[in-house]
């Protein structure tokens, strides 16, 4: 079957403080992977969509960047959160093929 | 005009209802379309796509209308565990892969 983990679970940073998140899925190759935020209340917001190694496209400007090491890895990183980087980060992968897409189980993010 | 449009609700049920949502989309270029769930604090689950000649599973309907850009989705028998958000969701090509756009998402609450 195919999983897809994030970590960590929850993260409380400090304004101006560096961000890593991490994304790894399993069971399957070459997967096309997103990072999502979802604010409070609010519908997701793609952030970034990788269709493999070192192929990263960014959908909105923001102090936000991604990378993709391995095939099955993505990470989303900051070096300077804001307040407005708070919310609720969720991976996500779809098979080459179709456009079907499967969240893992997310990264709530709390920027004081 | 937002991409796609959901009325947020809350749709608040009785046990046993029929209740039904629906959302607009506004790029006719959009071929695939999606109702996933999303539990409070969860991430988005794929609940079942939305075919042109509308489909079933179990007890929820989904219909589809290219020539209005409208979705629906129709819950029968409501349970307690249907409460959620559900989520309209639509792809827009770009550039070489599909890219979905997502609704804010319509609350249900079923009560006993």
């Known amino acids: 079957s195919q999983t897809i983990h994030q970590w960590p679970a929850t993260l409380v940073q400090p304004v101006g403080s560096p961000l890593s998140l991490e994304c790894t899925v399993e069971g399957t190759s070459n997967p096309n992977l997103y990072w999502y935020r979802q604010a409070a209340g609010r519908g997701l917001q793609l952030l970034f969509y990788s269709v493999g190694i070192g192929q990263i496209s960014s959908e909105v400007p923001q102090n936000l960047s991604a990378s993709r090491p391995q095939d099955r890895q993505f990470i989303l990183s900051s070096k300077k959160l804001l307040l407005s980087d708070s919310g609720f980060y969720l991976c996500?992968?779809?098979?080459?093929?179709?456009?079907?897409?499967?969240f893992g189980p997310g990264t709530r993010l709390t920027v004081l | 005009r937002k991409e796609v449009e959901q009325d947020p609700g809350p749709f608040n049920v009785p046990e046993g209802a029929t209740v039904a949502f629906n959302c607009t989309y506004s790029n006719s270029a959009s071929q695939s379309f999606f109702w996933y769930r999303q539990d409070c604090r969860k991430e988005p689950k794929l609940l079942m796509s939305v075919y042109s000649s509308g489909n079933e599973d179990g007890r929820f309907t989904a219909q589809l209308n290219r020539a209005s850009q409208y979705i629906s989705l129709l819950i029968r028998d409501s349970k307690l565990s249907d409460s959620a958000t559900y989520l309209c969701v639509v792809n827009l090509p770009s550039g070489g892969y599909n890219k979905l756009i997502f609704g804010a998402g319509t609350r249900l609450a079923v009560h006993p």
């Open positions: 996500a992968r779809a098979e080459s093929s179709t456009d079907t897409q499967y």
